[in-house]
Every structure is written in structure tokens, then in C-alpha cells.
């Protein structure tokens, strides 16, 4: 399950400084996720995901690193199952930036470390895949309520896919527009869009793809950030047991969820969030998804 706002108000700060001062910035800090609690209820698993970060900014430029971590755990007696180490190192170039048009292309590469367990819990073997990524992004404004934003990510994956099970090619974008009523309030359309596909071979073998519409409602409050968001679910199709049997397996995800951000105006700031997230399978039972994140981050 993808996190869909992995800090906004942190992540705004790291990545949103402007071009036009050539000094230094910089940007340090830490999340803690969890996901699937209830979706996992009768073993009581969840996932478990702490990161770091550091970003520094010196006039168009930027370099974000990144240290995640994602795996299943048990609430009930908090241990670990399998899990993988995700270092990630970016680098972003502003081309332009004004009120009017703003363009940048970010570079990338990172590491998924997989630490695999058997069902005893032993220690089953390890294996890394790369992920290369390339990403431009832009904001156009139309008029001085709309603006038109986005991203669009190319990414290629290479090594250990037959032990991952990832395809060796992704795209990944989100785009829409923005309607802002005044200072306070605004309105956020976006489509959504993430799909897995093999290059190489003609397998569909660890495939996927999931299109979704996602709506936002940031309320700027002085120095607090409050966003109710919803995604709904358009398309979302998958073939995980790709080793197995590579039949597609339809699904149907929605989400609901609240966001909170604070600026204590000192270079410090925090987040809050939680959301809640209904999928319904054509095989296997229909779920129900808790998802709650904190963080902080401090710039310098």
C-alpha cells in the first residue's frame, strides 16, 4: 500500500527551496509509518516503516538522500519478519523558476536491500535491485486561481527481479490542477497513475498498474497545515504471485485521510497524519487498512 502523502509539509520544505538565493540550505529528518494493521488483524502484522533524510539546496540545484525501511511486523509480540533497506541518493536541477512557469528534472538512484525469512522466521537469503529514475516536474499557471502541476517518473529496475519479483520498467505520475479560493483555502485534482511492465521479455510476470483520481483540500492556518484528502480508485490490477501463477488479480482500493503540519517558525516543523483505506479483491477477502504517520524535520 503506497503512502500518499509522505509528509507534506516536511517534504515541501526539503524539496520546495527557491533557486533564486545562491546559499546554502538544508533539510534534516525522520518519519514513522505503519500500515495494515487491521487488513492483518488475525496475526495481529502490520508493516513497520522508519526513514531519514537530508537534503541540501545551493541555487538551482539539489541533492535529497534517503534512508527507508519497510517490512511486516507482528504487534503482538513485535517481532520482524522479512524486510528491505531502501537507501535512495537524488538529484535535482531547476530550470526554471517564476510565479508564471516553474521546470526541473530529478535523477536518481536506489537501493532495495531485501532481507528474506522463512515461515519459521530463520534467516532465508538476501538480494538487491536497483532502481534508476528520471523525473521531471513542472507548475504552470493559467489564470490567479488555477495552476497546473505535476511529476512524471521513468524508472528502470535491474538485478536479483526473479527474487524481488519486480518488472524491469515502471511509470509513475500524478497531475492535475489547482483552485485557489483565497490565501486559506484550496482545491487539489490530480490524477494518479503507477504502472509495472517487463521491457526486456514479453512476461507480465510481477506486472501491475493502478490509476486513481486524488483530491486534496489544503487549509493554510498561519503556521499549521490542515488537508483532508480522499483517493478513489479507478483501475488496480496486479499479479504478485508472478512466480506462481501469473493470472492478474483485479482490485479496488479508496482512501480517506487527515493531515496535519506545523511550523514552530524557528526551522522547526511537524506532521501528523492518518487515513483509512478500503480494498476490495476478486479473490481472496475484501480488507480494511489503518495507516498513521508522524514526523519532523528541521531546516538550516
Not at 40 to 53: A, C, H, I, M, R
Not at 153 to 158: E, H, K, T, V
Amino acid at each position: 500500500m503506497k503512502k500518499v502523502l509522505p509528509c507534506l509539509l516536511l517534504c515541501s520544505a526539503a524539496a520546495g527551496v527557491q533557486a533564486e538565493e545562491n546559499n546554502w540550505h538544508y533539510n534534516i529528518g525522520a518519519m514513522y509509518e505503519i500500515e495494515n494493521v487491521e487488513g492483518q488483524g488475525e496475526d495481529k502484522d502490520g508493516l513497520y516503516e522508519p526513514s531519514v533524510y537530508f537534503n541540501a539546496s545551493y541555487g538551482a540545484w539539489r541533492i535529497a538522500m534517503t534512508m527507508y525501511q519497510e517490512g511486516p511486523a507482528d504487534y503482538s509480540n513485535f517481532t520482524r519478519g522479512g524486510y528491505f533497506n531502501r537507501p535512495e541518493l537524488d538529484i535535482h536541477y531547476q530550470f526554471v523558476e517564476s510565479d508564471d512557469f516553474s521546470f526541473g528534472v530529478t535523477g536518481g538512484v536506489r537501493n532495495y536491500g531485501f532481507h528474506f525469512k522463512d515461515a519459521e522466521g530463520a534467516n532465508a537469503g538476501t538480494a538487491n535491485t536497483q532502481r534508476y529514475k528520471i523525473m521531471p516536474d513542472w507548475d504552470l499557471k493559467l489564470s490567479d486561481q488555477l495552476r497546473f502541476g505535476g511529476w512524471l517518473a521513468l524508472y528502470r529496475f535491474d538485478q536479483d527481479l526473479d527474487q524481488t519479483g519486480y518488472s524491469d520498467s515502471r511509470v509513475e505520475t500524478e497531475t492535475g490542477v489547482t483552485w485557489k479560493f483565497n490565501d486559506t483555502v484550496s482545491l487539489k485534482a490530480n490524477y494518479y497513475l503507477e504502472r509495472g511492465f517487463n521491457e526486456v521479455t514479453d512476461s507480465n510476470n510481477g506486472e501491475f498498474s493502478t490509476q486513481e483520481m486524488r483530491i486534496y483540500l489544503p487549509i493554510s492556518l498561519g503556521s499549521t497545515t490542515l488537508m483532508p484528502y480522499t483517493r478513489l480508485g479507478l483501475d488496480r490490477w496486479t499479479n504478485w504471485d508472478w512466480s506462481e501463477d501469473i493470472t492478474r488479480e483485479e482490485h479496488s482500493y479508496n482512501r480517506i485521510g487527515l493531515f496535519y503540519g506545523y511550523d514552530f517558525n524557528n526551522g522547526l516543523s511537524m506532521s501528523l497524519e492518518y487515513a483509512y483505506e478500503w480494498q476490495e479483491h476478486n479473490e481472496g477477502s475484501d480488507d480494511r487498512f489503518h495507516y498513521a504517520g508522524i514526523g519532523v524535520n528541521y531546516s538550516f
